[in-house]
């Protein structure tokens, strides 16, 4: 496998800016408090580095608080996870029988065709990763080579035997108050004092100290004890085992290098409240600076750097009469300012957020009846029964009120009729389809097939050019017919009583019907959605709406791709698979992994109550009505949303997956905008509560669909534009 993945280097990316925000909030804090106290911003950088080190663990087992800062749907985009589909044999005709139900497939979880061997996983590891363990080790290297030549500086050096200067390091280690025996060693090596040990502390000074003045040997055992009592060494390793891992931050250098000044600060301050007279102190630092030679640098804690501002800071602060008091309460501000800056940053959850993808569409037109007394017969519908738009603009409505197809301009501005009512050639008896073909035909779908085209003096289908007859069934207009390489592709299904609802698509190509037909597979709970019923007598039976689906349940959908192929849903989880015109599944695609919705407690309590009056109405026990959904009668209605409400094929072969509004159904409708090879593109919003019957229409930048008033159930059109995010 990979050794190292894209979502490690994501893992990587975000504690980078997670360690910006600490050091960048410790490096406020220190300007805030640079003229106080020496030992508070010691702290400070002490709780900096502390949490620099433990940060990825507290990532990694605290809970998180999800911030809402990367904008971005598409950064969680649908995956395809098969091949691209193979071309699709049209050419191949069957003799055409009645379609025979379609076998159930099997519901075991997405299914994909092994096309070939996958290729061996690569065994790299990213530049970036690299260019970072590279410097890392590097670091580390350093850092454990500093302390082997401070430790050989140790075993090469000459313990302490001066009696006298024995009792006074005795005397100075009890006055700080330090536990346990501090070992003192001379080594000529040895530049300047300095200090280390992490187990057991030792004070490293150089041979030339057995010269030193009473009052400068006191001075410098008293800063370096103080660096012992305070556990300064393993402060220092602290900090650079951090500067090791965030070699390649500039702000950790920075920060180191203020760690280190305010750590001689703070150890200064004490050295002058130990008595030292300020003066006489500076002038000891100052000499001992210079005395000082180029070295390798070791693992421990130098009195004197080499860094000549370090050393005039220093020396201006001991010098400082002014200098600040030490202050708890301000150590305890600091301590928990950049504490819970810490921790809030490693616990934080940078959660993607719609706003960058989300496209609001903006009604165009609205076309319906006017004001009372303002209606005229062209802006009148009673049933809406298809919509669509062409190229150009222009909207097309069918209406079960006037049988025949209105145009309006994309203002909504009536046109035209196109046919009227009748049994001739461009006449209608109830028109449940319309399609306008990128030639600029128009293809109408009622008792017949009529394929009307522009004539000389025309901007819109006017003239019939083909009437295709059709068998006497039942036309459904939830599903949209289908162009396909001059082929007319009808929707249809058929249902016989205790069988599972079968759909399928009769083609017609230039000569009329082809005898050929593509069967829709039946995912989900496609084959049970026939409307529920109950026999009033041997031979007719009456239906009963709202009873074959349970609230809330998932319910399969499905369309037809520009391409001849057919896309399904579920409706339970957001997977959409493509089957071939001979039902092999081609690919699976699954969207972003979202987690389930409950169901709103109003809206499921409105749903149960319209349930139980719909059964209370019922003439016969809800034991004798057919094709009742099983969950209605077990009394099991769903406690989370479906993850797919409706699925379209739009223009450009583009995948629309409606999903639950985030405000309850009845405002707005929320559709993932797919592109064909699965890539998310956008989220559009509609502002409208289109109705699912008919289906909309999605074009390139345009949406037609048809509302209904709620109180008096007449229909009405709406256009809305939007435009894609490049």
């Known amino acids: 496998m990979d050794l190292l993945t894209a979502p490690q280097l994501q893992n990587m990316f975000e504690l980078v800016v997670r360690a910006t925000i600490l050091l960048s909030a410790a490096l406020a804090l220190a300007w805030l408090t640079r003229k106080g106290p020496a030992r508070v911003r010691h702290l400070l950088w002490t709780m900096t580095f502390a949490l620099l080190l433990i940060m990825p663990v507290i990532s990694f087992m605290a809970p998180s608080w999800e911030v809402p800062v990367i904008p971005s749907v598409a950064s969680v985009p649908p995956a395809v996870v098969s091949p691209d589909p193979a071309p699709v044999d049209r050419a191949a005709h069957r003799s055409f029988t009645p379609p025979a139900p379609a076998p159930m497939l099997p519901e075991a979880g997405p299914m994909r065709v092994p096309v070939r061997a996958p290729a061996p996983p690569k065994r790299s590891i990213p530049i970036p990763l690299l260019v970072w363990g590279v410097g890392c080790a590097a670091a580390l290297a350093s850092l454990a080579m500093s302390g082997l030549r401070f430790a050989r500086l140790v075993r090469t050096a000459t313990p302490l035997r001066d009696p006298a200067r024995l009792r006074r390091v005795e005397a100075v280690r009890q006055r700080l108050g330090i536990p346990g025996d501090v070992r003192v060693v001379l080594n000529p090596a040895a530049t300047t004092p300095m200090t280390g040990g992490l187990r057991r502390p030792v004070v490293l000074l150089p041979l030339s100290a057995m010269l030193w003045t009473q009052e400068r040997w006191t001075v410098v055992l008293a800063h370096e004890m103080i660096h012992v009592r305070r556990r300064d060494v393993l402060r220092q390793l602290m900090v650079r085992v951090g500067l090791a891992l965030y070699w390649f931050h500039p702000l950790s250098w920075v920060a180191a290098w203020l760690a280190a000044t305010a750590s001689e600060e703070a150890c200064d301050e004490e050295v002058l409240a130990f008595g030292t007279r300020p003066s006489r102190y500076a002038t000891h630092l100052l000499s001992l600076a210079g005395g000082m030679r180029a070295h390798r640098p070791v693992l421990s804690l130098p009195m004197a750097q080499r860094s000549h501002s370090q050393l005039e800071r220093r020396i201006a602060a001991i010098l400082n009469p002014d200098r600040p008091h030490p202050s708890s309460m301000a150590a305890a501000i600091v301590i928990m300012a950049i504490g819970a800056v810490g921790v809030s940053a490693a616990v934080a959850d940078p959660v993607q957020t719609a706003q960058q993808d989300t496209v609001t569409a903006v009604v165009a037109a609205r076309i319906g009846s006017g004001p009372l007394g303002d209606e005229t017969e062209e802006y009148i519908f009673g049933e809406v029964q298809s919509v669509a738009a062409d190229s150009d603009g222009r909207i097309y409505v069918a209406d079960l009120l006037t049988p025949s197809v209105r145009v309006f301009g994309s203002d909504g501005e009536f ?22 073909a990128a030639d600029g035909r128009l293809f109408v779908k009622g008792s017949r097939i009529t394929t009307f085209a522009a004539s000389a ?63 829709v597979p039946a995912v989900g709970n496609l084959g049970r959605q026939f409307t529920a019923f109950y026999m009033v007598n041997a031979g007719s039976g009456r239906m009963v709406d709202g009873l074959n689906m349970v609230p809330f349940g998932p319910r399969a959908d499905w369309d037809m791709t520009e391409r001849g192929t057919i896309i399904a849903s579920d409706g339970e989880t957001y997977q959409i698979r493509e089957f071939d015109q001979d039902g092999q599944l081609l690919r699976t695609i699954t969207g972003p992994e979202m987690e389930r919705r409950a169901v709103p407690s109003t809206e499921r309590a409105d749903s149960i109550r319209a349930l139980e009056a719909r059964i209370d109405s019922l003439p016969v026990p809800l034991e004798d009505v057919l094709h009742v959904a099983p969950e209605i009668l077990r009394g099991e209605i769903p406690d989370s949303l479906p993850a797919v409400l409706s699925l379209h094929v739009g223009a450009s072969d583009r995948i629309w997956v409606e999903r639950w509004p985030s405000e309850g159904m009845g405002s707005s409708r929320y559709f993932d905008v797919l ?21 909309p229409f999605f074009g390139d930048n345009v949406i037609v669909g048809v509302v209904m008033d709620p109180t008096t159930e007449v229909h009405s059109v709406v256009a809305l534009r939007f435009r894609l995010p490049r």
């Open 457 to 519: 003096s025309s901007e819109y289908p006017d003239s019939v050019t083909n009437t295709w007859r059709i068998p006497p069934y039942f036309n459904p207009s939830s599903f949209r017919a289908r162009l396909v390489d001059g082929v007319y592709y009808y929707p249809h299904y058929t249902s016989i009583r205790d069988k599972p609802v079968d759909y399928f698509y009769m083609k017609y190509g230039p000569g009329g019907h082809t005898g050929d037909t593509t069967r």
């Open 415 to 436: 046109v035209a009729w196109i046919g009227r009512e009748g049994e001739g050639p461009g006449e209608f008896t109830w028109p449940v389809d319309i399609l306008p």
């Open 675 to 695: 592109e064909y090879d699965g890539r998310y593109r956008a989220t559009v919003v509609v502002p409208a509560p289109l109705l699912s019957d008919p289906p």
